[in-house]
């Protein structure tokens, strides 16, 4: 039985939210920052960290296999300070299985990280990233060189047996993933030659974009992405900006709320991050970005958002789905408002999220009154104009964060009030999310 304190009441707003905010650090990019800075010689210096579940699962990864993290919290909640890598003397053997939490990030890059070193690492995870497959990421290391015990295994537990004779290789990835695409050049990075992997069409390209900064050589084109081997990472310093998939709720939270207008401030401005912002545009929804700089390579500004009245469907084409994979969800909230039929084509990896997405989609979708579907891969929403929710509508989180802080802007959004069950999983990416609404109220 679901105790009553994992649902929460979500209240619909009443007012327009106004003024000016910032979120918390990209998610992507603080793994990243961690995961580089560990593998590096010398002493990194980070900032702008997301503090937040997942990323707490890297930091803890990595000093059990021998960095020294020193991240101290901000005013601003984020993390700041310095990561001592273990540089050539590669990582120490740890006497337990490394547990990435809810973190497939975590688990998958990890694989990338141990594949160079000869020491036996049991990489495991909570029960629903022991649901998600990883032979994905196998698959192109053990032609690397790079041996798993038990072989072949698609779930976690996974013991990694890594190897100092990697093999360089050329790779045509099944999938467009990014923590794919990061594996496979992290262990590039110690092979001899260059390590080249193509995908299906472009993922978020943040590690070809870091690298660079620790003085490795890549390539990052449209669809190709490669690194030059052997490198030895060194230190360096890094500013993580704000988390455009976390900004894409407020985003969203605006569009829908009457008289709404806001400003979002050093967001991540990364074209394979602000699909969402595109999909809105092509909606109807009265969205700006403006560049104001870059953090190294990652180009940085503001997202200004005003409520937008109408709302029209759309068609978002399968090679866009990486740049909203996580935006899915979020956005379909916003099409079951919209007029006429939106559809997102290709999205059968959504199923192997930190929940079945699509699945969760269809549900939520269907206990508010809205017709959603699938066609094959593709997800159809139809869109109602004027929609009003039940007052007990209880949407289930499924103890997925993205699907927590959607059917809680159906409530914020909505005309009568909803329970979220397991809430609570915010805090894997945004855990501070209903105080920064509320702040904006
Ligand atoms: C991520 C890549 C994406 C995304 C995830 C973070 C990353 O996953 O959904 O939230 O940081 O590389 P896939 O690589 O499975 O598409």
Redesign the pocket.
């Known amino acids: 039985m679901l105790n009553k304190s994992q649902q929460t009441t979500i209240e619909p707003l009443g007012v327009p939210l106004k003024g000016t905010t910032k979120v918390p650090g990209d ?2 990019i603080s ?2 920052a961690i995961l580089f800075s560990a593998m590096a010689k010398g002493t990194s210096h980070i900032s702008g960290v997301l503090d937040s579940g997942d990323v707490r699962s890297s930091i803890a990864a990595v000093e059990k296999l021998g960095a020294q993290v020193k991240l101290e919290s901000q005013a601003d909640g984020s993390l700041a300070g310095t990561v001592v890598g273990w540089g050539e003397n590669g990582p120490v053997q740890p006497d337990e299985p490394i547990d990435c939490g809810n973190s ?2 975590t688990a ?2 990890l694989m990338g990280v141990l594949a160079p070193w000869e020491l036996d690492v049991t990489v495991t995870g909570d029960a629903s990233l022991q649901r998600r497959p990883m032979r994905r990421i196998t698959a192109p290391l053990m032609k690397m060189g790079v041996r798993f015990a038990p072989d072949g295994q698609e779930l976690l537990p996974i013991t990694v047996h890594g190897t100092k004779n990697l093999k360089a290789i050329s790779y045509a990835a099944p999938m ?7 594996a496979v050049l992290l262990a590039g990075l110690y092979a001899q030659g260059t390590t080249t992997l193509n995908e299906p069409s472009p ?2 390209n ?1 590690t070809e974009l870091m690298l660079p900064e620790f003085g490795a050589v890549t390539t990052a084109a449209d669809r190709t992405a490669s690194v030059k081997g052997p490198s030895l990472l060194k230190a360096c310093e890094l500013k993580v900006p704000g988390d455009p ?1 976390s900004a894409a709720f407020l985003t969203c939270a605006a569009v829908l709320v009457k008289d709404s207008d806001i400003v979002i401030e050093n967001v991540s401005l990364n074209t394979a991050r602000i699909g969402f912002v595109r999909t809105l545009e092509r909606m109807g929804a009265d969205v700006l970005v403006r560049h104001k700089g870059s953090a190294g390579k990652e180009p940085f500004g503001t997202i200004e958002v005003r409520f937008s009245g109408l709302l029209r469907g759309c068609e978002i084409p399968a090679d866009k789905i ?1 740049t909203i ?2 935006e899915v969800p979020i956005l379909s909230l916003v099409a079951a408002f919209a007029k006429g039929v939106t559809v997102f084509r290709e999205v059968d ?1 959504l199923r ?2 930190e929940t079945d997405r699509i699945e969760a989609i269809l549900e939520g979708l269907g206990l508010i009154g809205v017709d959603a579907w699938m066609d094959g891969s593709d997800l159809y929403v139809e869109g109602q104009p004027g929609l009003q929710l039940s007052p007990e509508t209880v949407f289930d989180s499924k103890n997925d964060h993205r699907l927590a802080m959607t059917w809680a802007i159906a409530g914020l959004a909505g005309n009568a009030p909803v329970q979220v069950k397991n809430f609570d999983s915010v805090k894997i990416s945004y855990p501070h999310f209903l105080q920064d609404i509320e702040r904006l109220t």
């Open positions: 998610k992507s793994h990243r497939g990030t998958r890059l467009s993933s990014a923590q794919l695409k990061t993922s978020r943040h998939s990486p994979v996580d990896e192997v999220k």
